[in-house]
């Protein structure tokens, strides 16, 4: 436990609360074709959400982060075990593999997994120190970090979940390519994911039929959606192109709260959820979609500098985890919901209705205040070991 007086950030603390505040406006206009007798049945379920999520966060936060470094890899391990608990005897819902059933509750162990693994990435990449090591030792430790990926990525996607196994491998990239590993072996990493997709690319325009079998066909849907809208306009670009459409139509100040004409006809399906984007760019328009995006980045550079401030690089590394963590869902969500990414299913931090990606989120942030919270400043230091 902490000796001294919590030092609370209220930058961060009021970067939350002004997201909670978006959020509720958002689930509200979004949530009400779903249940027209209770227009504040979602809001009211998002609040109890939200007050979970900062008693999570809280309880993280007081928690002393560097005694997770010895835990990091058992934890690691007991992510995949549920991973494979779920593989097994998992529940399944719409075509999807990805939660255990407690009775009262249902879990998804993929949420989890993106802590446990920026844990184990940072214990793993803070023992080689800050100074960059030569290409020769830097082959065991990228293989390492690689295999920590791969096997909740490998777990994830075979659910499927295209969305959350992105995420595992946004947080690994964002951790390597920070770390001090050859810049040698990080120009061999790009180049080898740059050929990968370009592997990706010719099989889809020679051996469609080899294409075919690597992803599911509701993921071959999404991508033909995704890159054709219109001639899809009436099955898988539909959410795309109502999305936009709504988005547009919100210009310069938006239609105003619930007066979206997509959103409150029902248009854009999962509004209050993957798309709630949509009713953002529609409603608030384009000056209330600019104050989100500001948010994020305000979120994201006040995390940077929790990093700088880190006692250790295990602090670090685990500030730039969670930078990756909610900087890719940010990219990716607004992304697909204006045309620029496939459609993965994704929530939108802290904005999105629902409990789980919340959850995981306000861990992650409840890591960060943890490290904010034992950082000290030394008059004449230099900066970390």
């Known amino acids: 436990m902490l000796q001294r007086p919590l030092r609370i950030d209220y930058t961060l603390l009021s970067i939350i609360i002004c997201l909670f505040i978006f959020s509720l406006l958002a689930v509200n206009s979004g949530s009400g074709q779903y249940n027209p007798e209770d227009?504040?049945?979602?809001?009211?379920?998002?609040?109890?959400?939200?007050?979970?999520?900062?008693?999570?966060?809280?309880g993280v936060a007081l928690f002393d982060y560097e005694l997770l470094e010895k835990w990091a890899l058992p934890l690691y391990a007991a992510g995949v075990g549920l991973l494979l608990l779920v593989h097994f005897f998992g529940t399944t819902k719409n075509g999807s593999q990805r939660w255990i059933s407690l009775g009262f509750i249902e879990v998804q162990p993929?949420?989890?997994?993106?802590?446990?693994?920026?844990?184990?990435?940072?214990?793993?990449?803070?023992?080689?120190?800050?100074?960059r090591i030569s290409f020769k030792k830097s082959i065991p430790i990228t293989i390492k970090s690689i295999l920590l990926t791969v096997v909740p990525f490998v777990l994830i996607l075979v659910q499927p979940d295209l969305g959350s196994a992105l995420m595992i491998a946004a947080v690994s990239i964002t951790l390597i390519f920070i770390s001090s590993i050859s810049s040698k072996m990080i120009s061999l990493l790009l180049i080898s994911m740059t050929a990968m997709l370009g592997f990706l690319i010719f099989l889809y325009r020679v051996y469609f039929d080899i294409f075919t079998t690597i992803f599911k066909?509701?993921?071959?849907?999404?991508?033909?959606?995704?890159?054709?809208?219109?001639?899809?306009?009436?099955?898988?670009?539909?959410?795309?192109?109502?999305?936009?459409?709504g988005i547009g139509s919100g210009q310069i100040t938006g239609?105003?709260?619930?007066?979206?004409?997509?959103?409150?006809?029902?248009?854009?399906?999962?509004?209050?959820?993957?798309?709630?984007?949509?009713?953002?760019?529609?409603?608030?328009?384009?000056?209330?979609?600019?104050?989100?995006?500001?948010?994020?980045?305000?979120?994201?550079?006040?995390?940077?500098?929790?990093?700088?401030?880190?006692?250790?690089?295990?602090?670090?590394?685990?500030?730039?985890?969670?930078?990756?963590?909610?900087?890719?869902?940010?990219?990716?969500?607004?992304?697909?919901?204006?045309?620029?990414?496939?459609?993965?299913?994704?929530?939108?931090?802290?904005?999105?209705?629902?409990?789980?990606?919340?959850?995981?989120?306000?861990?992650?942030?409840?890591?960060?205040?943890?490290?904010?919270?034992?950082?000290?400043?030394?008059?004449?230091?230099?900066k970390t070991t």
């Open 110 to 131: 993929s949420e989890f997994m993106k802590i446990f693994l920026i844990l184990a990435l940072a214990a793993t990449l803070s023992r080689i120190g800050k100074d």
């Open 255 to 382: 239609a105003g709260f619930n007066q979206g004409v997509q959103v409150q006809n029902g248009k854009i399906p999962e509004a209050h959820t993957d798309f709630i984007f949509a009713v953002i760019g529609e409603e608030f328009g384009f000056i209330g979609a600019s104050i989100l995006i500001f948010l994020y980045f305000l979120l994201i550079y006040r995390i940077i500098t929790i990093a700088l401030k880190a006692n250790n690089l295990f602090g670090v590394y685990i500030c730039v985890g969670v930078i990756g963590l909610i900087a890719s869902q940010v990219f990716q969500n607004i992304g697909m919901t204006i045309g620029i990414m496939p459609i993965t299913g994704l929530a939108l931090p802290f904005l999105s209705y629902g409990g789980s990606a919340l959850f995981t989120n306000m861990m992650a942030l409840g890591l960060v205040i943890s490290v904010h919270l034992r950082s000290k400043d030394y008059m004449f230091s230099n």
């Open 39 to 58: 227009p504040y049945y979602f809001v009211i379920r998002q609040v109890i959400w939200y007050i979970l999520g900062f008693t999570i966060m809280i």
């Open 217 to 245: 066909p509701h993921q071959l849907g999404r991508i033909y959606g995704w890159l054709s809208p219109q001639e899809f306009g009436s099955g898988y670009g539909y959410q795309l192109q109502q999305s936009m459409l």
